[in-house]
């Protein structure tokens, strides 16, 4: 059964929110997230895990089984790419009633230049038989999840994981993966929301019929009703965020400007197509204005975006509207599911301007 | 006033917890804590600065202003040192009413290899005046607290200020500092609790009074009542945390070991004085062992401990206990406070053993 919670937040949500953590929005600013900004969600503990030890095994309906070292990943073609990883319970303590889980508001996104070497060529040099379907990897994280004593896995069906931008990641902005990152290797496949980035992978399995375990079946899946399986959350939808213009006020965070003209900048992102269109509403949501949009980092980074607002004296909401180039646009409200997952909703943003 | 709440955590505080976060308690196997995963406290946002253009001025009582660049302070002598830094407010969720602020559970702490340039002789070379007293230290942060639109500014008395240890620091493990530790210099005053290593420090104000700004004189005291002045918190008080056994259910985080040896390992410090002695309780509290004790890192650094625990089957409660050099003990309860600071009572970590 899925505990669903309205309002305040418990202690094992508390639990969550202090380990894991958000982008801080005025981080926005840096077209790469420097190290420790970089959302992040350790479905369990970051395992003590030995570089010059570690082992990438990959096995299943392959002709012949790999074992890959570090250096082994390390000699083979380099590829470095800026890519926009967002978790997909991404805005979940903003529905309602929502599960306990990790309690996230609006940051849990991030863009990092990751290096590695492209997984199609390991899957081709280990043979994939004929019946191949599914690949599924594995890491080294152990946890009990819905009651099932798990390391955590995920799978891809087997065109996702021979696109050629799918890669087995070692660095993270030109230093070694950090511990809570993967370290010493994970996975990544630009365009899917992060459960999808194996950490600490030690096992890629090729699988002649979908992976049945439990991240597939039972998590990250989109339903209403528990006794419904649910579509499959897959490629991140389209989202805009904006920088909280101003200063807080701690603890509330509160905002507050001057009246003149305030240059609103943000980022925005979508795992399904290119960054169309950025819309600003500085009247809580009566009207909108196109931002301009720079251009992208790479074809699955953010752009960043930004707006000139007059800023007149008295409590204004800000909002932001990515638009992708599916014509996907970022609802007022979210539809809700049971894991309160993909709440892409249009970031509302309260200011009080000053004279 | 100071808004008190018990239970559950408010929309506010999920703001908090959601952007600073703690040192995920595995992370505690690191003697230096790698980045991102060193606790975070920011009141207000991480401000956007420039290093090249960066000045630190030094002014107030002194025979000559100073402006440093960032290129001042690398010409100058160069000290690394490993610190051990704890937020004040560690252990605030744990404790009932606690005020409205970040909810922290008991991780804040972390110890980075800090670089940097002693304080001492620039302030000799601006020259102390007689009648110097305190010296203050605003960073670059701006925010309103308690009414009070503000630069978060922090003083010490002057002799703690001429400290040999008292550095501005402008690289953490080897790396410039990240924006989130002070980008591009911050203080460090070794022994003292977070609130005192100011970040992205602007302005050294040699003063002939004690500062009386919002942060010496309503924020960070010791007060049980609204309009009792209060202690000053200062240095860190005697903690040690261990890093709990087994495997985490998620979202939970209870705790699960296999029954026979498991090797219990932790850390602990003082700003008070070396850490003497650590105890470990497997059976809640009723008695108490030694564990054994590695040496300090450095002076103002944690110590690691070990203590090999027998685990039979069953739900146990683990507890570990530091006292320092001033025979100061953590306690089974801290006692209350109004701004729920200096909680340092001994962790209790709840563990169930599989036969």
Known sequence: MVELRTGDVGLD??????????????????????AGLHYLLIHYDVPDTDPAAWRVEVDGHVAQRLSLSIDDLRSRPTVTMPVTLECAGNGRALMSPRPVSQPWLQGAVGTAAWTGTPLAPILREAGLRGDAVEVAFRGADRGVEGGVDQRYERSLPLDEAMRDEVLLVHEMN??????????P???????????????????????????????MITGYRLRTE???PGEPVTRIRPRSLMIPPGWPSFPERNRFVNAGEVMLRGRAWSGRARIERVEVSTDGGESWQDASIEDELGPFAWRGWSFAWSAEPGDIELRCRATDGTGESQPDEAAWNLGAMENNAVQRVRVTVQA
């Open 13 to 34: 949500e508390l639990n969550q929110a202090g380990r894991n953590h958000s982008l801080p929005l005025e981080a926005l600013r840096y077209p790469i997230t420097p």
């Open 174 to 183: 030109g230093q070694p993966l950090l511990p809570q990152h993967g370290s």
């Open 185 to 215: 290797v994970r996975l990544l496949v630009p365009g899917w929301y992060g459960m999808t980035h194996v950490k600490w992978l030690t096992r890629i399995r090729v699988l002649d019929q979908p992976f049945d375990g439990y991240q």
């Open 226 to 228: 528990e006794d419904d």
